[in-house]
């Protein structure tokens, strides 16, 4: 997988407070609810604009639809929906570099810088880089042939952006059940809603550095984790050799990687999970028979799933004096 710096494809998570206001564009520092009509005036264009840019860059590698998902769940998680991961530092301090996000890839950003430079062309300072986000996360969803949805928009950009605020808010791969429950309570998720989100993990990409302890270093007794499949074991310690570099990685869903589908429920049936936070969500009884309805239903866990992403593109929006609209999504105004 092409990266940033490092890591792998994990997912998603933040205390926020569960604002539903924005600023209108030609007023910023008026209060106004989120709404999928938001620009229909100032800016028309936006969503075909958003969808061509888009599937330009996703023609380009396949790499643009996780990159892209991504970058919603590891912003909204830390701080809100505010567009502060794009923030770009020279200090090296922003979002982006912490440690839970040095995984980013590239593209993913790549993908949003592209967007907003076509954006300002036909809409020159009417449109949030945390809308666009959002808006590009719902098209490669519906690119890789998942479901579709209206997105809600009006949101604003932050004026920080600080490494220190992610630590904690973000699930790590080696996580729990009863880890991962209390992390997404807080933002005001369901074990359902929980269930859904970790579903993104049915398209891209993950560093081998990410779950080799599964495969080597379970336990002292136990070296493999044993609810992995056996064979699908194996064929991981094949692509993934002890003391593997952290530039090798693996598909997330061996079986569909690049589509968006229920493929990583029915997976963690059969032991295909690839880290311990997705396996366990099928050895774990409070959330196995979610599982099984979503491997069950390809429907119920795409409405369940843009049910989620809604309640996520909620979190934590500014408005007013508190966000701005950018010029350029690396770059506060200021």
């Known amino acids: 997988m092409e990266k940033r710096r490092r890591g792998g494809v ?32 100032s800016c028309p ?31 909204c998680m830390v701080g809100g929906c505010d567009a502060a991961v794009l923030i770009a530092s020279k200090n090296n301090d922003a979002e982006k570099d912490a440690e839970d996000n040095e995984s980013l890839a590239g593209d993913g950003f790549d993908t949003i810088n ?11 300072g009417v449109v949030s880089c945390a809308d666009i986000i959002a808006l590009a996360a719902r098209d490669v969803v519906y690119l890789a042939d998942g479901p579709y949805w209206r997105v809600e928009l009006g949101r604003l950009d932050a004026l920080a952006s600080r490494a220190s605020d992610v630590k904690g808010k973000l699930p790590a791969p080696e996580m729990r059940v009863k880890e991962l429950t209390p992390l997404f ?8 809603e929980m269930v859904a989100l ?6 891209g990409f993950a560093h081998c550095t990410r779950f080799t302890n599964r495969l080597y270093t379970y336990s002292s007794s136990t070296p493999t984790d044993p609810s992995f499949n056996s064979d699908y074991a194996d064929q991981l310690k ?18 569909s990687p690049i589509k968006f589908d229920n493929a990583y429920y029915t997976n963690l049936l059969y032991g ?28 119920e866990f795409f409405d369940a799933f843009v049910a989620a992403m809604l309640k996520l593109g ?21």
Do not use: W
């Open 114 to 124: 592209r967007v907003k430079a076509a954006v300002e062309k036909k809409c020159p």
């Open 198 to 203: 970790s579903g993104a993990h049915t398209v």
């Open 238 to 255: 094949q692509a993934c050799p002890r003391n593997v570099g952290p530039t090798i990685a693996v598909n997330m869903d061996p079986v």
């Open 185 to 192: 309570q807080s933002n005001g998720f369901t074990t359902k």
């Open 10 to 41: 994990s997912s998603l998570m933040v205390l926020a407070a569960l604002l539903t206001v924005a600023a209108m564009p030609s007023q910023p520092h008026v209060a106004a609810a989120l709404s999928a009509d938001y620009y229909k005036d």
């Open 272 to 299: 295909l999970g690839l880290f311990t936070s997705d396996q366990v969500l099928y050895t774990d009884e409070t959330t196995k028979p979610i599982v099984d309805e979503f491997a069950a239903s390809q429907k």
């Open 314 to 334: 909620r979190l934590g929006v500014k408005t007013g004096k508190d966000g701005e609209i950018r010029r350029v999504c690396t770059a506060f105004n200021h």
């Open 45 to 75: 264009d936006l969503e075909s604009i958003v969808r061509y840019e888009v599937t330009r860059k996703k023609n380009e590698t396949v790499v643009t639809i996780p990159a892209t998902l991504r970058l919603v769940f590891h912003d």
